[in-house]
């Protein structure tokens, strides 16, 4: 029992070190590398006109974000589903945006208003599928592709993230996790980034409380 015990003590460890690192590789990374992102609204106006490439590339930018958002309504094992519905019909919608500058906002709404929707309907999945669905589904592969962090997440991670409050967990997940850039977690949730900044730098201080804690009682436990 006692190796057990030492084992899930240096996977937090390791877990914060990771944490706590990752940030300082991401600037190292940025800096060595050119910026030659295209705007959010370059690629809604392309998508507009059906280029299923631009809107690939906005799937890929946030759709760990309307994820993370679904999860936070529905049940974890329908969220992959009420989020590729809201992209879906993000797509079909995007004529009507009125500022593509602020499409991940739009889709942010859109994302919470589907997730609802599915919560009051008692989780019924029918749904008559468009044939646009299909070609959207064939042509634009983020939609279907698995995100990495299911298959990289520790199990201890995840429970500490469980105990801190919402906004604080949300800003850690993407970040770290979905390594969702702060400009687009800001874009998204439609706030300053200094206010997501804020939730990364206090979230991390409250994470690392979270697993002292675990350390402390795992220790408890051992002695008695």
């Known amino acids: 029992m006692t190796p057990s015990k030492k084992s899930d003590g240096s996977t937090n460890l390791f877990t914060i070190k990771r944490l706590y690192t990752r940030n300082d590789r991401t600037k190292t990374r940025s800096m060595a590398q050119p910026k030659a992102e295209t705007p959010d609204e370059v690629l809604v106006v392309a998508a507009i006109l059906g280029d299923f490439d631009a809107f690939d590339v906005l799937v890929r930018r946030y759709r760990a974000a309307v994820i993370r958002t679904a999860q936070s309504i529905v049940a974890a094992n329908d969220a992959e589903d009420v989020a ?11 004529p009507s945006i009125d500022d593509p500058a602020k499409f991940a906002a739009w889709l942010m709404i859109i994302t919470r208003h589907r997730a609802l929707r599915f919560v009051k309907q008692a989780g019924k999945r029918q749904r008559n599928q468009m044939p646009l669905d299909t070609v959207l589904l064939e042509q634009v592969g983020a939609l279907t592709e698995p995100l990495v962090h299911q298959q990289e997440t520790s199990d201890a991670l995840m429970q500490a993230l469980d ?17 969702v850039p ?20 206090r979230g991390k201080q409250l994470l690392r409380e979270a697993f002292e804690r675990t350390e402390a009682l795992d220790t408890i436990w051992t002695e008695t």
């Not at 590729?84 to 995007?94: M, N, Y």
């Not at 977690?185 to 997501?196: K, M, N, W």
């Open 84 to 94: 590729q519905d809201a992209l879906l019909l993000a797509f079909k919608a995007l």
């Open 163 to 179: 105990t801190l409050p919402d906004d604080y967990a949300l800003a850690l997940r993407l970040h770290f996790l979905d390594e």
């Open 182 to 201: 702060q400009k687009r977690i800001a874009a998204f949730l439609d706030v300053p980034l200094s206010t997501v900044k804020w939730r990364v730098f």
